[in-house]
């Protein structure tokens, strides 16, 4: 360190001009803006800013993979709606985060990654550890950053912040030099603020797209409000549910919007699209009109365009003019944040009031095509002794409140728990919705923890999906969360088995998945576990998980060849789902037979 620097004050803000390393200016930096909280690995290309870091307030966690540290940050921003921290070393580090990045870039998540470089001198030689992160993680950054001088640095980190939150959020990459970190500069955090941030010139609603908008919403006999992430991202749950209630409008949600309008709702209709309920899907496709609410109509939502909800005419309100008209021609694009273009929809709308003619009309309808699916439904039929994941997922929903924060991982039990655990508020589920990351769940709730220590957070993974980032146990207990761990372990890859039974003759090439006994593993860590085999045995064992002082894994060894239904096949419209099968489905896996 350059002698003549000054020490950071104990809190670590530094309100005047003041000489530091790089390093210094980093940490400072991110104090500036708010950070408490990082995740990384250190490695030599980072090692200078890592031998800073004590003089600042910030909390470092050790991850046990680069991937976790992505993961940490970006559970962290979805917890809190802050900008997640995730900082590792150059070549393999650097790398490692991609998959990360890429989960954050697909879902819209505000996070800011911190890597190290080799020293500029050697750039371009193919030094140790040396790798154009900038060059690898253009397309899955919403903007990337090379710094190679230490007055750089501050400007750099600042804009990257701005740009990660602002518009619709995303990833931004900052790459650092190893002497940048080492070399000294003036910092000055207010100088440099990068200027103010400038909306997209498409950013401006006019007024004759609110009023034909609002004319559009009056004259339908069978609107459906379609809610996305963007309601939660924009923080538009209010003014989502003014709008519902005002003119008595169904609301249907993709899974990145679940929690973004409250599940108890008369005018909730559930989850749409591949896995969403049967009347939902039934519902978009007799509409009249669709008002899409911060979604971006993909394939896991609309099925094939050419067959969807051809009969109805389209509202989409969209933050990012690039998803306007991009898989769905809309009529009306009212393109902004959110929650300032309902404010200013919200009067041109007149209401009909409760038990309104032509809304009740329409509810009672789409309420209607729901007997007949809830008679098949498996958490209305008796237990038999069978364990299955929609029991797990609808016993932790009853027992827990549905107050817990759930972080889920990707395939069946994704699926189960946007089904059977019903979400009331915003924030309260975290899951890989765009890029379907397996091995997301562990690392991104242990970020969720540190965002929120004081509230209650589940782990639910399958078995195979677990197995990916399984070594964060050691952080869990390492960092002391307390992490409730619930493994839907049927013993395959649940969902390619599930594509394989339906459309490939039940061919289970590659699927069948042999896993460690898992309360041994955890045991390993110094985490307590239990085994769960019948629905019995559910309520003793998350009593137990909950009341336990630090974390508590519990595997539910539920039946293998279980699917999820309804399913629309793959180039189908949205109409055309398979359904749970008739008769008894609790008697549906190879062994019963």
Not at 41 to 54: M, T
Not at 251 to 266: D, E, K, M, Q
């Amino acid at each position: 360190m350059d002698t003549n620097a000054n020490t950071p004050s104990p809190n670590g803000y530094i309100t005047t001009p003041t000489r530091l390393t790089g390093s210094e200016i980093l940490w400072a930096t991110l104090v500036g803006e708010g950070v408490t909280d990082v995740f990384g690995y250190p490695g030599g290309a980072i090692l200078p800013a890592y031998d800073a870091l004590r003089k600042f307030p910030i909390r470092h966690i050790l991850v046990r993979h680069e991937q976790g540290a992505a993961h940490m940050a970006d559970g962290y921003a979805r917890a809190t709606g802050k900008v997640g921290v995730a900082v590792a070393t150059s070549g393999p580090g650097a790398t490692n985060l991609v998959t990360g990045i890429a989960t954050a870039m697909l879902d819209s998540i505000p996070m800011v990654c911190v890597t190290g470089q080799v020293s500029s001198k050697v750039l371009g030689t193919d030094a140790f550890q040396e790798v154009d992160i900038t060059g690898v993680t253009l397309p899955v950054t919403k903007h990337n950053f090379l710094v190679s001088k230490a007055e750089e640095l501050a400007p750099a980190l600042r804009l990257a912040f701005q740009i990660a939150k602002s518009g619709r959020p995303g990833p931004v990459l900052v790459d650092i030099t190893k002497d940048a970190q080492q070399a000294t500069a003036l910092f000055d955090f207010d100088a440099a603020k990068p200027a103010p941030y400038r909306p997209h010139p498409m950013l401006r609603v006019e007024e004759s797209g609110l009023a034909e908008a609002a004319s559009m919403i009056r004259n339908a006999k069978r609107p459906v409000i379609l809610a996305g992430h963007g309601v939660i991202q924009s923080g538009a749950m209010e003014q989502l549910r003014s709008l519902a209630e005002r003119a008595q409008i169904p609301v249907a949600l993709t899974l990145l919007g679940l929690g973004g309008f409250p599940a108890s709702h008369p005018l909730n209709l559930g989850m749409m699209g591949m896995h969403g309920e049967s009347w939902v899907n039934q519902a978009i496709q007799e509409a009249d009109l669709l008002i899409a609410c911060g979604m971006r109509f993909d394939d896991r939502v609309i099925g094939t365009p050419s067959t969807y909800a051809l009969k109805a005419k389209k509202i989409h309100i969209e933050v990012d003019p690039a998803e306007i008209n991009k898989n769905i021609k809309v009529d009306i694009a009212l393109v902004g944040d959110l929650a300032e273009v309902l404010e200013q929809l919200l009067p041109r709308v007149s209401s009909r009031g409760q038990g309104g003619r032509d809304g009740a009309a329409w509810l009672k309808t789409i309420d209607s095509s729901k007997g007949a699916v809830t008679v098949r439904d498996i958490k209305n039929l008796p237990d038999s002794g069978h364990l299955y994941a929609a029991h797990v997922m609808h016993d932790l929903w009853r027992i827990t409140g549905g107050n817990a924060i759930v972080v889920t991982d990707v395939g069946q039990h994704q699926m189960w728990e946007a089904q059977y655990f019903h979400h009331e508020h915003p924030r309260t589920l975290i899951t890989s919705g765009g890029l379907g990351t397996m091995g997301f769940a562990l690392p991104a709730a242990i970020g969720a923890k540190v965002a929120c220590p004081d509230k209650e957070v589940w782990v639910i993974a399958g078995d195979g999906g677990f197995q990916m980032t399984s070594p964060e146990l050691a952080t869990i207990a390492q960092e002391k969360l307390k992490i409730h761990i619930a493994i839907i372990n049927n013993g395959y890859l649940g969902m390619v088995r599930q594509w394989q039974e339906f459309f490939y003759e039940k061919n289970y090439e590659s699927t069948p998945l042999v896993s460690p006994d898992f309360v041994k593993l955890a045991d390993a860590h110094g985490i307590a576990g239990r085994a769960v085999r019948t629905r019995g045995e559910v309520e003793s064992a998350v009593a137990e998980a909950r009341s336990h002082e630090g974390a508590f894994l519990l595997n539910f060894l539920v039946e293998k060849e279980d699917s999820v239904y309804p399913m629309i096949p793959a180039g189908s419209a949205l109409h055309e789902m398979i359904r749970r099968p008739g008769g008894n489905p609790l008697v549906e896996s190879a062994d019963d037979k």
